[in-house]
């Protein structure tokens, strides 16, 4: 069975920066897709930046400019670098994984448990 594994939320002051990481645990044959949410207490999730399997990226209005979303294929990791960063980023973020199993198999999507980022001073 598959489980994500984040790391790197925190508290930070406005202006600073952080990475996060996400990593499967157990075997996997590739990540496909990634994506990074957030949610802020009262509201609804958000999905803050998109990593497609071909190398695209997007990003939420919100953060385009200063998140960068990544992956390490040979560490089967992906990350959210985040800078210059806002009291409203405060948030739970999740990773969510689209990861195949095999070769021939569909992915299957994954959520990470989620790690709290603060911005305040």
């Known amino acids: 069975q598959v489980q994500l594994v984040e790391s790197g939320g925190g508290l930070v002051q406005p202006g600073g920066s952080l990475r996060l990481s996400c990593a499967p645990s157990g075997s996997i044959f590739s990540i496909e897709r990634v994506e990074w949410h957030r949610q802020a207490p009262g509201n609804q999730r958000e999905l803050v930046a998109t990593l497609t399997s071909g190398g695209s990226r997007n990003y939420a209005d919100s953060v385009e400019g200063r998140f960068t979303i990544s992956r390490d294929n040979a560490k089967n990791t992906v990350y959210l670098q985040m800078n210059s960063l806002k009291p409203e980023d405060t948030a739970i973020y999740y990773c969510?994984?689209?990861?195949?199993?095999?070769?021939?198999?569909?992915?299957?999507?994954?959520w990470g448990q989620g790690t709290q980022v603060t911005v305040s001073s």
């Open positions: 969510q994984l689209s990861i195949k199993s095999n070769l021939f198999g569909p992915p299957r999507d994954y």
